[in-house]
């Protein structure tokens, strides 16, 4: 078996390609390619991926197409948008190529099916961006001891991460022209997954609510700054989410969880991950120490890939968060709990 | 009013006939020696207004150990007695929930004040009851709703409320289950075995500090429930989902399934966004100091050794004594107390219902 992938990338509109992409390029089983522009692709996005190409020693192309035709790649991470991924990936997978991809996965269940089913019928692995609520440093051992069952069987769990740093790293004005959810859509799915995990179950049913008080763009277009959504699991488990972009300058996110399980409680308080703050003027700054949530993500996609596994963020759980996030949307829109049965 | 105060009658005035003067410091009757009534006595110590003159409880052995161990020269076991009583200005109901709308109607008909544990009374419908009799007696009566003496809530309160955070957008209260219920200990008597018990019980606690902070009462709830530990027959755990008239969303719980030894649930934590920042009270940091023992954790001094300006039962017993002697109006109202109740009876439908609910506050 080769053991080494030859990887690409795919789209630099997104600032996080720069994350997934130094990662998989970093590491020791893949070899770097070439880099290629997303379809309709901006100067901006352009002109990054050419800049990092230029700086890798890679060629840049404007056509994804023509950097598939020319390189036989083994991987590739894509971040574009949630609109171009369903055929973009389909089509990768068709090509019998491994995708990890940047979030939202899908706008719709309907168009995450499309992608899926070609994933699922090449065999190929997929993996995406969903990093924090696994594989953080205090995500990581949580998780493990609660699968020891160290507080024996899970009964409640909620989970919060109120990002900072609006209006700034808000949706652009014409991004929220399209999108049909905003903050839940970028956040929901860690909750989705660490509820997953937590649990061992999927989602039953959803009770949503959407606030749009903070920015004026987002409530021009009746988009969420805030969402909290109380979720009943399957087998019986229950919870809340909460997620959200606040207007605060803030040294990283507000990310936590808390279980309350049959014999014990369980509480993450940074997972984000173990930190240093670093104070220094115009604000402070949070140094996560020790391997990057993103670094270990993309190593188990890497591994993955190279083993024929199913990496810990999987197809399934993509499917998962696309469902829940689409009865999210329908709650809130509709005022009513949300079964999944029904999406 | 101040903290001081000499044994002296305080004209002030009259709401009726029968309430034409008042003494400083008000003389008050204990009405019940269970659980939390260890605190109130202790609390009247503090005070500096009131002074705790009798104890009356059902159970003579126990009413009589209770009035020994905190000083109390009376005891009496008939409330009647009590509300005879010429002595006695005040009483301070801390009996069985159940209990509690008929003593409060019973002391306001006797032309006595009395703060009353929450909650002020079993169903909404009792409230207003409650809040028809202590009108028409012209005596003051207050729901005791320790969490706002408290100087950590209260200060998220009114930090709110300076505008710190801009307009609140989002408020979750979290956690707050010092005790929890075992198979031999759960409340059989109070809670009439309704299953949601527990979230009309302590969500009169959260329900109140919510409301206080967000200026109004929520028009949607939805409830979410676990059963928790099958040897006791009530939920254990309920979350309630809630969006207010001016959009404001909250989640408000009431918990004991968390087991004792998990320290940070002990204590209440809060979070309010607001459109210009955020506040955020952490259970685990704001106890300043924990004991770690092979069980778990525990904080030393939960509900103890506070210092007099610091605690909170004093703090409510201090107010509400003040208003007595200065004729102003308790900052709990009654009928503020009934919408509470109100809308926990919705978060309660929407447990059984599964569905979204509304409130009616009218």
């Not at chain 2, 005035?13 to 006595?41: F, L, T, Y």
């Not at chain 2, 200026?215 to 809630?242: K, R």
Request: glycine share 8%.
């Amino acid at each position: 078996m080769n053991r080494t992938l030859n990887v690409g990338l795919i789209g630099f509109q997104h600032g996080h390609q720069r994350d997934y992409g130094t990662a998989l390029i970093r590491h020791a089983a893949t070899r770097l390619q070439a880099m290629a522009a997303e379809p309709e692709a901006s100067e901006f996005s352009l002109e990054a991926g050419r800049t990092w190409a230029l700086e890798c020693g890679v060629p840049f192309y404007d056509n994804c197409h023509e950097m598939l035709e020319r390189h036989k790649l083994d991987a590739v991470s894509v971040a574009v948008t949630a609109k171009q991924n369903p055929g973009l990936v389909g089509g990768l997978a068709s090509r019998r190529i491994h995708v990890f991809c940047e979030k939202p996965v899908a706008e719709s269940p309907a168009e995450f099916e499309i992608m899926a089913e070609k994933i699922s019928a090449e065999g190929t692995v997929f993996s995406f961006a969903a990093a924090v609520s696994v594989f953080s440093n205090t995500f990581r051992p949580a998780l493990a001891r609660l699968r020891r069952g160290e507080i024996g069987a899970p009964r409640v769990a909620h989970f919060r991460y109120l990002q900072g740093n609006g209006p700034e790293y808000t949706l652009s004005e014409e991004s929220c022209r399209t999108a049909r959810m905003a903050e839940f859509a970028n956040f929901g799915p860690y909750g989705i997954i660490a509820f997953n995990k937590v649990f061992g179950r999927l989602v039953e049913s959803v009770m949503a609510r959407f606030a749009s008080a903070l920015y004026p763009h987002y409530q021009k277009h009746n988009l969420e700054d805030l969402a909290v959504v109380s979720l009943k699991m399957e087998g019986g488990g229950v919870g809340t989410i909460t997620v959200g972009r606040t207007t605060t300058p803030q040294c990283g996110p507000d990310v936590r969880l808390q279980v309350m399980g049959s014999k014990g409680f369980l509480s993450i308080e940074q997972g984000n991950g173990r930190a240093l703050t670093l104070t220094r003027n115009p604000k402070a700054r949070r140094l996560v120490y020790g391997a990057s949530p993103v670094t270990l993500l993309i190593d188990d996609f890497v591994q993955a890939c190279l083993n024929r596994e199913t990496p810990e963020i999987s197809l399934e759980q993509a499917r998962s968060c696309v469902r829940v996030q689409e009865a999210v949307l329908r709650s809130a829109t509709e005022g009513r709990p949300i079964f999944l049965k029904e999406i | 009013m101040t903290l001081s105060g000499s044994s002296a009658l305080v004209s002030r005035a009259p709401r009726n006939d029968a309430m034409k003067a008042v003494r400083n410091p008000v003389r008050v009757a204990q009405i019940g020696c269970n659980g939390v009534a260890h605190e109130h006595a202790r609390a009247h110590r503090l005070t500096g207004n009131t002074v705790l003159a009798v104890v009356c409880d059902i159970d003579v052995r126990k009413g009589e150990s209770f009035a020994t161990r905190h000083s109390v020269p009376a005891f009496c076991s008939d409330f009647d007695q009590v509300l005879k009583r010429d002595d006695i200005d005040m009483v301070d109901i801390v009996t069985s929930d159940h209990t509690h709308a008929d003593l409060v109607i019973r002391a306001a008909q006797a032309g006595k004040h009395a703060l009353v544990e929450k909650p002020l009374a079993m169903t909404a419908l009792e409230a207003g009851k409650i809040t028809e009799e202590v009108e028409k007696s012209g005596t003051l009566a207050m729901c005791a709703q320790m969490m706002r003496w408290d100087a950590k809530y209260r200060t998220v309160v009114e930090q709110v409320h300076a505008g710190a955070v801009g307009r609140p957008t989002y408020v979750q209260i979290w956690g707050g289950c010092p005790r929890f219920w075992s198979g031999e200990n759960w409340p059989e008597a109070a809670s009439g075995g309704r299953e949601d018990f527990l979230l009309f019980r302590e969500g009169v606690h959260w329900m109140d500090l919510l409301t206080w902070l967000i200026g109004e009462y929520p028009d949607s709830l939805y409830t979410i429930g676990h059963p928790g530990d099958l040897d006791v027959p009530l939920w254990e755990y309920f979350s309630v989902n809630m969006r207010f008239p001016s959009g404001v969303l909250a989640l408000g719980e009431s918990n004991r399934v968390v087991k004792p030894g998990n320290f940070p649930f002990v204590e209440t934590g809060m979070c309010v966004v607001g459109t210009e920042g955020t506040i955020a009270l952490e259970p685990s940091r704001q106890a300043g100091a924990w004991i770690h023992q092979e069980e778990g954790f525990s904080l030393p001094g939960y509900h103890v050794d506070m210092h007099p300006i610091d605690d909170r039962f004093a703090g409510e017993i201090r107010h509400f004594a003040d208003c007595i002697l200065t004729g102003e109006t308790p900052s709990v109202g009654l009928d503020h107390s009934r919408r509470v109740l109100v809308a926990l009876e919705s978060a309660a439908r929407s447990f059984r219902s599964g569905n979204v609910e509304g409130a009616c506050y009218e």
